[in-house]
């Protein structure tokens, strides 16, 4: 008899934008006459960048040709994508990353979800409150929580981010082994200074701690002061890996490319106290379950890198925070406490009322999706997150419907 892994009962029903997904389909369905403006799911509209389309155009043609056609890669990614990454994502900014601690992947969602592997089933893990759900949801199907009850799993150490401490969780009093961060924050937009991560890489030294950082988001960043990278604080290195993704920055989340960097510095312990490496145990785990992302992609995510690339991506992000600044003016407009949005695409609105009422209200009454905060943790309930990806001009109409709404 095949049998389950009786984790996967623990999950709720189903994934949090798949469960919003439904009920948008169901309404739009029910309205044609209201056609829904997504404000919900973080999921880029603008087209890729002409630097990014030319380069894909021209692998494609060298794959055309037996003389320049290419099978396999090399599963941790093609030389002159790690390079132009160290290069530019980090050495720029002083971070000493080398080209071999890049690993190149089809999305952070995934590198994110599998890291958890290389960890014992019963390691103390941290995570935020609210929290981007794959997080969580991995190591529930990893077999690493108890039970679900009053919206939370027993067995983890939850960090609240509330209002008072701005979202950004302070480091927790007790143990721990394994600690998920993400800045700027998804779902909430809030972002951490220097000397609030210099605490947890320090909390993380002194615990042989690891921190897996998610910073799929900074190129949103326009703060100076704030941090782009975990390796421009201290000891960083030694305890944390850093997720990165093309998807929000370039557009890519149809086009499918990330990449995640694993620090030759950092360590791993075994039963026995022994230290092993994290990088050589990504490496063994990425070559057996990976076979690398296609060239031609690749091809289009080194253009990025280009000076063309560059100027057009900066643009595009442009765009978006123009949007953010849109929507949060509106809501704080009509009255609504909100955060994010200057340094995020992704805009926290204190709703004053349950998330999934006030979800069904701006859909059913203005036709628009946003994404209730109550998906993301306890901690969520009241808000809701608006995001900026869309076009200038959807933005304007989904605003100007929320207030006709709620007037
Ligand atoms: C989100 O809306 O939170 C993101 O788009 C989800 C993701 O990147 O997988």
Redesign the pocket.
């Known amino acids: 008899m095949i049998r389950m892994n009786s984790h996967y009962k623990k999950l709720k029903a189903s994934y949090l ?1 798949s469960d919003i997904a439904k009920r948008v389909s169901a309404f739009q369905e029910a309205h044609p006459e209201m056609p829904v403006i997504r404000l ?4 880029v509209t603008r087209a890729l960048p002409e630097a990014c389309i030319q380069a894909l155009h021209k692998a494609v043609e060298e794959m055309a040709s037996e003389a320049t056609f290419r099978g396999y890669g090399p599963e941790q990614g093609y030389a002159f994508l790690r390079e132009a990454i160290a290069r530019n994502d980090f050495q720029s900014r002083g971070c000493a990353i080398e080209a071999d601690e890049v690993f190149v992947s089809d ?3 995934c590198d994110t979800g599998n890291f958890q592997e290389l960890f014992s089933t019963d390691i103390a893990i941290a995570l935020p409150d609210p929290v ?1 759900p ?1 997080y969580l949801d991995t190591n529930v199907m990893a077999g690493r929580t108890g039970v679900f009850s009053d919206g939370r799993y027993s067995g983890l150490i939850y960090l609240d981010g509330t209002k008072d401490n701005g979202f950004v969780p302070p480091v927790p009093d007790q143990p721990v082994d394994l600690i998920y961060l993400c800045y700027p924050n ?2 909430t937009g809030a972002t951490a200074t220097r000397a609030q991560l210099q605490e947890w890489v320090d909390f993380a030294r002194a615990q042989k701690a690891l921190i897996l950082f998610d910073a ?1 988001y900074e190129a949103f960043i326009t703060d100076p002061a704030i941090p782009h990278s975990i390796y421009e604080i201290p000891g960083a290195r030694e305890v944390a890996v850093e997720f990165r ?1 093309f ?2 920055t370039a557009g890519f ?1 149809g086009t499918r490319c990330a990449f995640t960097v694993v620090p030759k510095d950092c360590k791993v312990y075994d039963e026995d106290g022994a230290a092993h490496s994290l990088h050589a145990l990504w490496n063994r785990r990425h070559c057996t379950k990976f076979n690398g992302v296609a060239y031609p992609i690749q091809k289009a995510a080194e253009a990025v890198y280009s000076p063309e690339g560059k100027a057009q991506v900066q643009a595009i992000i442009q765009g978006y925070l123009e949007n953010a600044s849109v929507i949060r003016n509106a809501m704080a407009a009509l009255g609504f406490d909100c955060v994010g949005g200057d340094n995020s695409p992704y805009i926290w609105v204190d709703g004053r009322s349950d998330s999934w009422e006030f979800f069904d209200r701006l859909l059913k009454n203005a036709g628009v999706v946003c ?1 209730p905060g109550a998906g993301f943790g306890r901690c969520g309930e009241g808000y809701i ?1 608006i ?1 900026a990806f869309n076009s200038r001009e959807n933005v304007d109409k989904a605003m100007a419907r929320i207030q006709k709404a709620l007037a």
């Open positions: 934008f919900g799911i973080g999921d999305g952070a969602k981007y794959a998804n779902p799929a993704s998807s929000k989340t994404t997150r995001s």
